[in-house]
């Protein structure tokens, strides 16, 4: 199994099964994806996924409402809800505040406009030669699960940057993941840097664009 990050919230995974997660990646997949996985329908996570030729969509009702509209034939739309599985992918319950009065205040003040509908948020859970849990956005997420790696969203807030690093940082460390790989941190003005996360955290935090290659739970 490798993983590698694509930019924004993108994740790459090719193992038993290709699979892209939130796809408005910066740097193109490789072809033949067979699942496209949808965290919600803020446009930085699913901005470019009528740009992915193959591979079934999986994503909350109303997020495959949306995926539709922007063009994905709804025959590779698969509505998902929080409990279900298919193949190797968990549908968990998603922390994304994409109703958040606090995220639709700060998007007005520094965007002069209403954020897109986000739709109902879901987390994944991939199980194949490591698991990897990818929570979307969310800077607090409760799930009674251990990861072998965890898709951490870095990033800053206009405001009390230091409170929110620290609750991701405390979240990170609940989930006690043998690997973090830093999502979300390359988009002004709330990039970051992913190597400040070393110092902070037990686990190995995964930087770069190269792809990483895992078998038997561990890093190759």
């Known amino acids: ?5 694509l930019g924004h919230s993108c994740v790459e995974i090719i193992g038993r099964y290709h699979i892209l997660i939130d796809p408005d990646f910066t740097r193109d997949p490789e072809p033949g994806v067979d699942y496209i996985c949808i965290t919600h329908a803020h446009y930085d996570h699913i901005g470019r996924v009528a740009e992915v030729p ?3 969509v999986l994503a909350a009702p109303d997020v495959c409402e949306i995926a539709a509209g922007m063009g994905v034939p709804r025959k590779r739309l698969l509505p998902m809800c929080s409990g279900e599985t298919i193949d190797t992918i968990h549908m968990l319950e998603g922390f994304s505040r994409v109703n958040d009065p606090i995220y639709t205040f700060f998007y007005l003040l520094f965007l002069r406009r209403f954020p897109e509908p986000g739709g109902t948020p879901l987390s994944f859970l991939i199980e194949d030669e490591v698991t ?3 929570i979307g ?4 997420a409760v799930l009674d699960i251990q990861p072998d790696i965890l898709c951490l969203p870095w990033r800053k807030t206009p405001f ?5 690093q620290t609750t991701l940082v405390e979240m990170a460390q609940r989930f006690e993941p043998t690997y973090v790989l830093p999502v979300h941190h390359d988009m002004p003005p709330s990039d970051a840097d992913p190597k400040e996360l070393r110092d902070q955290l037990k686990a190995k935090v995964l930087t770069g ?4 290659t ?5 890093m190759m």
């Open 1 to 5: 199994m490798k993983v590698r990050y």
């Open 54 to 56: 193959t591979g079934m």
């Open 132 to 134: 990897l849990l990818h």
């Open 137 to 140: 956005d969310a800077h607090e």
């Open 160 to 164: 009390r940057v230091n409170r929110y």
């Open 209 to 212: 664009h190269d792809w990483f």
């Open 214 to 218: 895992f078998h038997d739970h561990k």
